[in-house]
């Protein structure tokens, strides 16, 4: 897969969130805090990602 590490060094933004797990029926309030936080947000980016399967560098 040829784009799989292009996110690797690339922080967290306004379009751009990491999850580490799958939201599951106990975080759809998370779930969609996350989507309405990006609804928010002012951006000339017409597309935004949640990429999941994602953990810190640190390993948190």
């Known amino acids: ?3 799989e590490n292009e996110n690797e060094n690339e922080d967290e933004s306004v379009t ?6 799958v939201y ?3 975080k ?4 969609l805090k996350d989507v309405a936080a990006f609804a928010n947000e ?3 980016d017409l ?6 399967g994602v953990k ?3 390993g948190a």
Do not use: A, H, T, W
């Not at 759809?28 to 779930?31: D, I, M, R, T, V």
């Open 1 to 3: 897969m040829e784009n």
């Open 16 to 21: 751009l969130d990491f999850k580490k797990e």
């Open 24 to 26: 599951g029926r106990e």
């Open 28 to 31: 759809n309030g998370e779930f």
């Open 42 to 44: 002012l951006s000339n």
């Open 47 to 52: 597309y935004r990602y949640i990429v999941i």
């Open 56 to 58: 810190d560098q640190n």
